[in-house]
């Protein structure tokens, strides 16, 4: 499977690490006697969102546009059309 699944997955699993840091950072700012690793857990919080916000909204995977899909040449080969095709009539 591919596609929409492969997104989904990778969608729910930002949201998955970001609820883990949430979880983490109040771990550690409620059993830590300074307030240190919580602020820098709290600093990798803002980098997940962040790292969720640029995934869901940075890559146009659903309409690649048609220039870009023309550039890879690699994949698609050109042919040289040998005459006309005329569906014989019924």
């Known amino acids: 499977l591919g596609g929409v699944f492969w997104?989904?997955?990778l969608?729910?699993?930002l949201i998955a690490l970001?609820?883990?840091t949430i979880l983490m950072t109040g771990?550690?700012?409620q059993r830590s006697d300074s307030w240190w690793p919580g602020t820098i857990s709290a600093g990798a919080l803002v980098y997940?969102?962040?790292s969720l916000n640029k995934f869901s909204g940075s890559y146009a995977w659903e309409k690649v546009p048609y220039e870009d899909v023309m550039k890879d040449t690699e994949k698609h080969e050109y042919r040289e059309e040998k005459g006309v095709y005329v569906q014989p009539e019924m």
Do not use: A, N
């Open 18 to 20: 970001i609820i883990y």
């Open 7 to 9: 997104v989904k997955q």
């Open 11 to 13: 969608e729910h699993l």
């Open 48 to 50: 997940s969102i962040g």
């Open 27 to 29: 771990v550690l700012l």
